[in-house]
């Protein structure tokens, strides 16, 4: 590189251009570079100083947009997503060849001129007068370089692009009059060095390969600093026409203008004949990258995740006031965001849901785990694949976070895993877990008993009483809270909801941030206890892992650091943690719920190996089955059911397994079971804080798991306007109207062996 010229300032040729006015050069554009009319010249002449006076005396550098990269919470590579595939890198950081390269083909005098080249215009000039049309081009690496700043500036904007590199025209002249102003504004701030610098990283070398670094590892899987002499010749005879030299499409072009490239480097001297000849011989070498952009690419089946943080970003504050600005930042990118997913609980997760739910099943499985006393998502995963191929199964909808994070536009309804949050809202009012209610298997309240949260009574269009039924017609008796909950005891929870209040149940769930799938908060109305209303499986598992944390909710989060494209790191959202009820409430709750998978609904499904509790969720025509649970280490949310429309799981293969009626035991339980053995394999168990849970008196013994069957629940629509009864989990946990199916776990049961009568009945054996 000896012709380098150190530092910045004017040279002699710049000054030269400067006397001899910039109203000649533009009408040598105008006349020989731009326009066939050569009689043009004389206005040009006449209006072009004014006009180069008028122009802003500073050009805008914006910075370069780069790929950005999202890493999970152990520094491993999730993805990269980018609007230009770019990765900035210092000169001293790109093979010398390649520099040597780019400056022969494109502006070999760029070390000996000024920003304007007087010597190559008139060259021009007079080669496009011979031709008669524009055969060559005259300006520098400094203009090319002014450019492209244009260009990057106008990003998607199909017009701004346009006006960036129109050739003709007055527009044209106006392009190549601004072009020339910053050049030689540039060439006085920056030094040579400097600006082939720029010119390097923000050159497009086709193939969606902005700069040198991506063009190195998109056609040769290497660094800009590793490449050959052979190999930095073909990327910068890339520059001109990255669409005409693809080598990628066209490698006799590409070989072609390589070989061009090396001719040129020897008439500068930075390379010997014998080197080009070497250097010839070789064939174009390719070692092709694809590019990986986009949430499509993330590993460990973290695409969902992944477009989580992309939400989380672009919704949260602390990355920008406006929605506009948060989305510029993201745009530009350059960043490095860690994030809080765990990759062994991320491939656990996504390992469960696959193996119980296939991909191409008429219902879809999500799976969402949270780390008591953070927030912390810690994974994130559906059986649907993601991505846009609906032939392929894939989705893009997120099945476990709200609408406007990405999921479905109203959320599912979670059934009796709802109930606990009544129970809280009990507790914290001092009713005592030995409250008892006697009912029989149907049961009505009158609506006007329920009052919202400005205390006036619940009307109904469906008449005076709320009318439920019990899962099976022989749960009739007296039930404590404890029991209740074992059992899922439909007619207990309403009755504790009436004593509780209706506001205070639901303001109790959405302190533990508890709404509705579509971002607004949960009604007043009286089937909430039932789980009448769409929430989500990432606002459950959270809500859970407050009782885990012993009554501190926090926010979840996914993000835990970003830094710039300059290192420089950036404020990120932070958990905030509040108490929402007392410790000892949340234990009472731990203890209830660790009966549910001790010997209740979920016992076939709980861990045997550390304290762990939970709640089964079944609703109105089995549309939708839930299993939540939690240790004090992490809580996970199962969630299975369609993702497209409301339809009721019987009489279907879920996972290659037939199922007469799913259940939230039988279906999403051991997809709990199995996510959180495999997240938890390598943390010693904990345990939850012991307290004495008050028993009632006079309730009958139903801590037995004779069912049989499960229920078919009764009323709830989509909107929980009706009904939301609950039919839920006890002893079929299979779904099929046998009981227990562990007593004969040899047996695979054909379809025509149960008998199931619609509203949990069975004569299984």
Aim: glycine share 12%; hydrophobic share 35%.
């Amino acid at each position: 590189m000896g012709r380098r010229r150190p530092g910045g300032g004017s040279s002699a040729t710049q000054q030269a251009a400067k006397f001899l006015g910039v109203s000649v050069l533009s009408g040598a554009v105008l006349a020989g570079l731009a326009l066939p009319a050569v009689g043009a010249l004389g206005l040009a002449a006449r209006g072009t100083m004014e006009g180069f006076d008028e122009i802003p005396a500073m050009m805008e550098q914006p910075p370069l947009s780069q790929k950005t990269t999202i890493l999970d919470a152990e520094g491993g590579t999730i993805a990269e997503v980018y609007s230009r595939n770019r990765t900035v890198v210092p000169l001293e950081d790109m093979s010398e060849y390649v520099r040597e390269a780019i400056v022969a083909i494109e502006d070999a005098r760029f070390y000996e001129h000024g920003a304007v080249d007087l010597r190559g215009i008139l060259r021009a000039l007079s080669r496009n007068v011979e031709e008669g049309g524009v055969a060559e081009g005259a300006s520098t690496l400094t203009q090319q370089y002014v450019k492209n700043v244009f260009v990057e500036a106008a990003g998607d904007n199909e017009e701004a692009v346009a006006e960036a590199t129109t050739q003709t025209g007055a527009a044209g002249l106006g392009r190549k009059i601004r072009e020339m102003k910053y050049a030689i504004q540039l060439e006085q701030e920056l030094t040579k060095d400097e600006i082939l610098e720029n010119y390097l990283n923000i050159t497009y070398f086709g193939q969606q390969a902005y700069g040198i670094e991506a063009a190195a590892r998109r056609y040769f899987s290497k660094s800009a600093a590793d490449l050959e002499l052979h190999e930095a010749a073909l990327l910068a005879g890339l520059v001109q026409s990255p669409t005409a030299y693809d080598p990628v499409n066209d490698d006799q072009a590409a070989l072609d203008r390589r070989n061009t490239v090396l001719t040129r480097m020897v008439g500068t001297g930075d390379i010997t004949q014998a080197e080009a000849d070497e250097a010839m011989a070789r064939d174009l070498g390719l070692n092709v990258s694809e590019p990986r952009n986009g949430c499509i690419t993330a590993v460990n089946d973290a695409g969902f995740f992944c477009d989580y943080v992309r939400e989380e970003f672009l919704s949260n504050p602390v990355f920008g006031e406006t929605p506009e600005e948060r989305g510029a930042l993201w745009q530009l990118g350059g960043l490095t965001i860690q994030t809080t997913l765990d990759p062994g609980d991320q491939q656990a997760a996504a390992q469960a849901a696959r193996d119980h739910v296939y991909e191409d099943d008429e219902v879809a499985a999500a799976v969402v785990q949270v780390q008591p006393g953070t927030g912390h998502i810690l994974s994130m995963a559906q059986s649907r694949p993601y991505g846009n191929d609906a032939e392929q199964h894939q989705t893009v909808i997120n099945l476990n976070v709200s609408y406007g994070m990405g999921g479905s536009s109203s959320g599912f309804q979670p059934g009796s895993t709802f109930k606990p949050f009544t129970a809280a809202a009990a507790l914290e009012q001092g009713i005592s877990p030995a409250q008892e209610y006697t009912t029989d298997y149907e049961h009505s309240v009158p609506f006007e008993d329920f009052r919202n949260c400005e205390n006036v009574p619940y009307e109904s269009a469906d008449g005076p009483e709320y009318e439920l039924t019990n899962e099976r017609e022989d749960e009739r008796g007296t039930w404590d809270m404890t029991s209740a909950l074992a059992q899922s005891i439909n007619t207990y929870f309403v009755e504790l909801e009436r004593q509780v209040g209706l506001c205070e149940t639901i303001t109790m769930a959405g302190r533990l941030g508890v709404e509705r799938g579509n971002d607004v908060p949960l009604e007043a109305h009286p089937s909430v206890t039932l789980g009448g209303q769409e929430t989500t499986p990432l606002m459950m598992a959270n809500a859970y892992a407050t009782f885990a944390n012993r009554g501190t909710y926090c926010e979840p989060v996914a993000i835990t650091a970003v830094t710039d494209a300059d290192g420089e790191e950036l404020t990120v959202p932070e958990s905030e943690c509040t108490t929402v009820m007392s410790e000892h409430t949340a234990d009472t709750i731990n203890v209830m719920l660790g009966g549910v998978v001790e010997d209740g609904t979920g016992a076939a499904v709980g861990l045997q190996d550390r304290d762990n509790a939970g709640k089964t969720g079944t609703t109105d025509n089995r549309a939708d089955v839930w299993f939540v649970g939690y240790t004090p280490d992490i809580s996970t949310a199962v969630h299975v059911g369609s993702d497209t429309e409301r339809m009721s799981m019987e009489n279907l293969y879920i996972g290659g397994r037939y199922f007469a009626q799913a259940s939230g035991a039988g279906v999403a339980g051991p997809i709990w079971s199995q996510a959180m053995t495999g997240a938890l394999a390598d943390v010693p168990a904990s345990s939850f804080n012991e307290v004495d849970v008050p028993r009632g008196n006079d309730r009958p013994d139903r801590d037995d798991d004779d069912g049989d069957g499960n229920g078919n629940g009764n009323g709830g629509d989509n909107n929980g306007n009706d009904g939301g009864n609950d039919g839920d989990d006890t002893g079929d946990i299979f779904g099929d109207g046998n009981t227990d199916f562990d007593d004969w776990p040899d047996i695979e049961w054909p379809p025509d062996t149960s008998d199931s009568n619609g509203n949990g009945s069975s004569n299984g054996p």
